[in-house]
């Protein structure tokens, strides 16, 4: 009879615990994620709304600028987040906020071109770090099989970030005129403020690790520590790597390459629509000969995005329940791909937002399954040099997203040749993520050179 009672006991600790994982952590640290999204991509709702007239910006020049971001983040990314593995995520995650939410108040007084661009680079070093640790962070306090559930709790911040940000930034940029300054900069100003105040509250509030959370009980506290523990020991020499070691390890990791650049093609078809679908819409009334308000123009830029959240929770769920299999991810890549350039073909305005919406739905479906794989085969040091990696390939997507639309769009006349582009990156990310699966184990007596998805 006791025999039959310690799985159930055991159960219950395991649910409790990651029970209360979802509710103090995960919505928190989802919070900080919201507000550094919708930081980052402010710049897209303003240039439409006055900036790129009182700047003079060409298509090129807002690419440049909203992609520049990434140069910054992509040089101090991988020191970023060895330094929160040494000092914590509590210190680092605070730290990284208030640091991004000063530069980012900064962009309400920028003059001209030359000053956007060295602003939008000094967020992208002062952002550097936040989201691979916030991954990371979120990595070390559930055991694998719950780690696709959690991951997607989290993510569903992005498109949720459009779908509530998008209006609150056209509603700012109507308040134009308080402060005597133009709407989009009061906009900047108060989608700023909130990061610093997180910042400040994620000092006392996150904790490094389950064995500190009073909330957790003692039972709680020794599965978590006890499950994790075992997970990190399977990974065979993984946790025995610092520094330059833990560095070069994940640095000569053939899988960490391939899925830094699956990475990269979904980043590239993620930042090209958070950076220029308000500018498309915009295009919409010479287009289509449509007209609409600033906060028309808010909302339909989040209308792709409410779907997307939904499509992102059940697609991850599907993933938890069954396990995570090759089409969980290549299947989003190849809808992804082929729908982002027939949006441009359409004939109406609700079309073009309904095949971009397919899009959307897409890539948030395969985000938080791709971003569980990592952990599965890297731990300690190693998956904090490993995990930055891959969001480093994906930043470059988002430089090269920027940049690349907007100069195609110049070159042109047009975005159609630019969301090609995008497609032709998306369709690679799906053949290398069968090219993961069917990849074989190069030391087949290594738990963690195992195959990392089922090739289903």
Known sequence: MGATALPSASSAVERSAIKKISIRLVPFVALMFFVNYLDRTAVSFAEPNGMGQDLALTAAQFGFASGVFFIGYIILEVPSNMALHRFGARRWLARIMVTWGIVSLLFTWVQSSEQLYTLRFLLGVAEAGFFPGAILFLSQWVPTRHRTKVLALFYLAQPLTTVFGAPLAGWLIGHHGLFGLEGWRVMFLFVSIPAILLGVVAWFYLIDRPADAKWLTPAEKEWLTAELAAENAAKTGADQSHGRAALKEAFRNGRVWILAMVYFGFIYGLYALAFFLPTIIEGFQESFGTSFSVMDKALITAIPYLPAAVVLFFWSR?????????????????????????????????????????????????LPVFWSIPSRFLTGAAAAAGIALINTAGNIGGFAAGYVTGWLKDFSGSYTLSMFVVGGFMLLSAVLMVVLARRRPANPSDPADQPLLEVH
């Open 318 to 366: 599907h993933a938890t329940r069954h396990g995570t299999r090759t089409w969980h991810v290549a299947g989003p890549a190849v809808v992804g791909g082929v729908s982002i350039p027939i949006a441009l073909y359409m004939d109406s305005p609700a079309a073009t937002i309904a095949v971009i919406t397919v899009t959307a739905c897409a890539i948030f479906a395969a």
